[in-house]
């Protein structure tokens, strides 16, 4: 049980990690494509860690039919998070790209004030 426990520990920090990272990368990168392309990995990484953790503490504490079925019910919400995460993430990034935001690029950098 306690092997158990260290993983899960080690599965939670790992997630959240990957959430201040992500966090990070929203305020460091330099342009709207890079922010959300680094807050959309890291994200979804995360997510994985996070409900791993949450599979196995329900699955070591309830052994039996109903720790199956929140298993797999959370199993139902990581995949529905792995298709609608990339296909919201592709849909702002062609309303940027309509709205006309330019890629950043080091020119773009040089020329600006």
Known sequence: MII???FIALLLAAGCVFLLGGALGILRMPDFYTR???ASLLDTI???CLLSA???YVLTRHPDVNGLITSLKIILIAVFVFITSPTATHAIA???RRAGLKPWTR???E???
């Open 4 to 6: 158990f426990d260290i």
């Open 36 to 38: 959300l392309h680094g």
């Open 46 to 48: 995360a997510l994985v």
């Open 54 to 56: 949450s599979i196995l």
């Open 94 to 96: 062609d309303a940027g």
């Open 107 to 109: 020119q773009n950098e």
């Open 111 to 113: 020329e600006s004030p």
